[in-house]
């Protein structure tokens, strides 16, 4: 499946999507930095985490999510899931017949500029760890940087359930830091879209010293500079619109979001995206 033939026009919306509620914090950000922009999110609750999963599954759970945004008549797409970016961005660029963004080099370029001394931890699924997609941002961003990848696959799983502030979380995010601690970063990559919810526990455990980067800004900004480049920017005076689509358990999706977002989520759906069902 394939963008139209007249191609994306700058009244479409900008289609976001991630394995769960992680990719509400780059929405939030998009709709900070793009007020103008409509947005279509999609949530593949139903298949969350990602990062545990075959990268063959993965290409596939993007395209699906893809081809569901693409019906949607969507200008552009955010992959919001560091997963995802890293096992299947090119697939989704050549599906998709529209501009397509992912999280990995917009926050990868963030964390070469940040550190002082390069020597950068990365945390993240264990998909997006073992891809080491964001060693090679880094690497050709600042080559005497030294990366330190640490999987923390309890993560996700503890947000989705919205224990962000939790004692067992603690002892996971204890044990998941300490080897990076004891390398002497100075900079560590928040990379998964749901740990900024971890963020107060993480600045806690880690101390003044380290700043945590998470892609959500970083994306939105590039965002913000690729639609403009295409002339695809959205010049709307009006309201922008904003629909929700997730594929499991809406009713607690709907609550997470109202939390994270701030405001009303007026259109949620639950929907299948799976082709193979």
């Not at 003044?208 to 295409?230: F, H, K, N, V, W």
């Amino acid at each position: 499946m394939t963008g139209s033939d007249t191609g994306p026009a700058p009244s479409g919306p900008v289609g976001v999507f991630d394995s769960g509620l992680g990719g509400l914090t780059v929405l939030r950000a998009v709709r900070d930095r793009l007020p103008r922009e409509s947005t279509v999110y999609l949530g593949d609750t139903a298949r969350v985490p990602y990062g545990p999963k075959a990268a063959d599954t993965i290409r596939r759970y993007a395209l699906e999510a893809t081809d569901f945004l693409v019906d949607k008549r969507v200008k552009a797409i955010v992959i919001a899931c560091n997963t995802a970016t890293a096992r299947a961005l090119p697939d989704v660029q050549d599906r998709a017949g529209v501009p397509v963004l992912g999280v990995v080099e917009p926050g990868g370029r963030a964390a070469a500029t940040a550190s002082a001394s390069g020597r950068i931890g990365v945390i993240g699924t264990r998909g997006t760890v073992s891809s080491r997609a964001y060693s090679r941002v880094i690497h050709h961003c600042r080559p005497d940087a030294e990366v330190f990848e640490q999987a923390c696959p309890l993560f996700v799983p503890l947000v989705e359930e919205g224990w962000t502030d939790d004692d067992v979380t603690r002892l996971a995010a204890q044990r998941y830091l300490e080897p990076l601690l004891e390398k002497g970063i100075d900079t560590l990559v928040l990379a998964c879209t749901h740990y900024p919810l971890l963020k107060p526990l993480l600045s806690e455990l880690v101390g003044p010293g380290i700043q945590l980067i998470d892609s959500a800004e970083s994306t939105a900004a590039a965002l913000d500079d690729l639609l403009s480049a295409a002339g695809l920017s959205s010049s709307r005076e009006e309201q922008p619109g904003a629909s929700y689509y997730v594929t499991d358990e809406a009713a607690r999706f709907d609550l997470l979001a109202r939390r994270l977002l701030g405001e009303e989520v007026d259109h949620l759906e639950m929907v299948s995206v799976d082709s193979t069902g």
